[in-house]
Each structure stands twice: as structure tokens, then as C-alpha cells.
């Protein structure tokens, strides 16, 4: 059986249902999935990761994905591409690349992502505007070892996180909200004032245990973000 990610979402969502996975069960890893269905395994981290998303089972890095208890619900946080966003409004986009650099990864990014000492990372920060006006502020750190070819791409025409999109599939996310206040770098990119309140989210991904990237959004005033559950 060949099968796309809806497809094969739907017959691992009906083994649970069906009492086939009972609550508890330790599914079959993505490999193994992947050849019973003759789909990539990206297919099948797909589905998982959605199935997640339903309170249906529960993935763990190291442990792999076991069948919920109970489902849980949960909300569920879209987050597109900028670009999709802000033309979804109905604004222009514009994207900017403001500095880029190769470097060793700071102590505190290493912590956060499990990297070694003498890791090496691009860092990047862009903006991102919605009909001229400033809408998201983008610092952003790419594992140059998961992702040499970032080193060669060509950050000045295409935003960091439509390339990763396109380069590779991330296996867990980590994402967190919070309000801070700008300080006055940057309340000069989001042309706020210094100590204004603003919106600000940040995610990590990995790759089968391997980092791939964590980012800083900071968005302007105003910034509304929508959940569903």
C-alpha cells in the first residue's frame, strides 16, 4: 500500500479507534512504517506529528510514539510561512536580510540545543514587512552540522525559514510565547518606541535528535495570533 500523509494519518488514526493500538501501545518507528506503507519516511513524521497535534498519542525524542491514555485536546498553533500570512491579509510582502554571520554557537544556544562545544552556526536577522510597514523581526540560528549547505545559500533573496521548509522535514518542535519589551534595537527595526509591549514567539526543531534551528520572532504592535483546538 502506497499512501500519502492524509491517507496514512487516517489508517493509523483508525488502529487507534479500533482498538487495534490499544492506550499505551508503543507504535512501530517511522522506518519500519515507512516500508509497510512504501511512503517516505517524511510521510509518516508527517502524519505522526498531526496525530500528535490531536492529543491521539505522544511523542517523545529518544522514547518514540506511544497511543495516548486518554486523548487529550489540545489547541493547535498555525504558524506559516510570514510571507502566506501577510498576503492572506491582503498586504504586499517585502523581505529583508539586515546581517548574517557564521560563527561559533554561544554557550546559552549550545544549552538549549544540545550542541558541542565548537559547534558551529549562521546566524541571521531579517525583517519582514507588510505593505512597507515593519510586521516581524526574524533572529534566527542555523546547525551549520545538520545543515552545511546553509552556509552557501542565498539569504539575501529568500527568507531563512522558506528555505527550511524547503531543505528539510524537522521531527520535534519546541515552541514558546511571551511579551517583552522592546529595547531599542529593537524598537528601530519594529519603528516602536523603547519599552513598548510586543508579542514575541520562539521555536526550536530538530531532526531525528539533531538540532536544526531556533528563532526569535518578535512582531509590531498589534500582533494578533489565532489558535483553534
Same mark, same amino acid.
Given at each position: 500500500?502506497?499512501?500519502?500523509?492524509?491517507?496514512?494519518?487516517?489508517?493509523?488514526?483508525?488502529?487507534?479507534?479500533?482498538?487495534?493500538?490499544?492506550? !499505551?501501545?508503543?507504535?512501530?518507528?517511522?522506518?519500519?512504517?515507512?516500508?509497510?506503507?512504501?511512503?517516505?519516511?517524511?510521510?509518516?513524521?508527517?502524519?505522526?506529528?498531526?496525530?500528535?497535534?490531536?492529543?491521539?498519542?505522544?511523542?517523545?525524542?529518544?522514547?518514540?510514539?506511544?497511543?495516548?491514555?486518554?486523548?487529550?485536546?489540545?489547541?493547535?498553533?498555525?504558524?506559516?510561512?510570514?510571507?502566506?500570512? /501577510?498576503?492572506?491579509?491582503?498586504?504586499?510582502?517585502? @523581505?529583508?536580510?539586515?546581517? &548574517?554571520?557564521?560563527?561559533?554557537?554561544?554557550?546559552?544556544?549550545?544549552?538549549?540545543? !544540545?550542541? !558541542? *562545544?565548537?559547534?558551529?552556526?549562521?546566524? *541571521? /536577522?531579517?525583517?519582514?514587512?507588510?505593505?512597507?510597514?515593519?510586521?516581524?523581526?526574524?533572529? &534566527? =540560528? /542555523?546547525?551549520?552540522?545538520?545543515?552545511?549547505?546553509?552556509?552557501?545559500?542565498?539569504?539575501?533573496?529568500?527568507?531563512?525559514?522558506?528555505?527550511?521548509?524547503?531543505?528539510?522535514?524537522?521531527?520535534?518542535?519546541? /515552541?514558546?510565547?511571551? %511579551?517583552?519589551?522592546?529595547?531599542?534595537?529593537?524598537?528601530? @527595526?519594529?519603528?516602536?518606541?523603547?519599552?513598548?509591549?510586543?508579542?514575541?514567539?520562539?521555536?526550536?526543531? =530538530?531532526?531525528?535528535?539533531? %538540532?536544526?534551528?531556533?528563532?526569535?520572532?518578535?512582531?509590531?504592535? !498589534?500582533? &494578533?495570533?489565532?489558535?483553534?483546538?
Amino acid at each position: 500500500m502506497k499512501a500519502d500523509f492524509r491517507a496514512l494519518k487516517q489508517e493509523l488514526r483508525q488502529r487507534i479507534v479500533q482498538g487495534i493500538w490499544p492506550p !499505551g501501545t508503543l507504535l512501530p518507528n517511522e522506518v519500519d512504517l515507512a516500508a509497510e506503507f512504501s511512503c517516505a519516511r517524511a510521510t509518516v513524521n508527517r502524519a505522526m506529528r498531526e496525530l500528535a497535534e490531536e492529543g491521539l498519542v505522544e511523542r517523545k525524542r529518544k522514547a518514540g510514539t506511544r497511543v495516548r491514555q486518554a486523548p487529550l485536546r489540545q489547541a493547535r498553533f498555525s504558524i506559516p510561512l510570514v510571507r502566506q500570512e /501577510i498576503e492572506a491579509q491582503g498586504a504586499a510582502y517585502r @523581505y529583508a536580510l539586515v546581517r &548574517r554571520e557564521e560563527q561559533d554557537a554561544p554557550d546559552w544556544l549550545r544549552a538549549r540545543l !544540545g550542541l !558541542g *562545544l565548537g559547534a558551529r552556526v549562521l546566524h *541571521l /536577522i531579517c525583517m519582514h514587512y507588510a505593505d512597507g510597514n515593519p510586521y516581524q523581526l526574524e533572529d &534566527r =540560528w /542555523i546547525n551549520l552540522e545538520a545543515l552545511p549547505d546553509a552556509a552557501g545559500a542565498d539569504f539575501a533573496a529568500t527568507g531563512p525559514n522558506e528555505w527550511l521548509v524547503e531543505a528539510v522535514p524537522f521531527s520535534d518542535a519546541e /515552541i514558546s510565547f511571551s %511579551a517583552l519589551a522592546a529595547d531599542p534595537e529593537t524598537a528601530r @527595526y519594529l519603528s516602536c518606541t523603547a519599552g513598548d509591549a510586543l508579542f514575541m514567539a520562539e521555536r526550536s526543531t =530538530w531532526w531525528e535528535d539533531q %538540532a536544526i534551528t531556533y528563532v526569535r520572532l518578535k512582531f509590531q504592535r !498589534g500582533y &494578533r495570533m489565532t489558535t483553534r483546538y
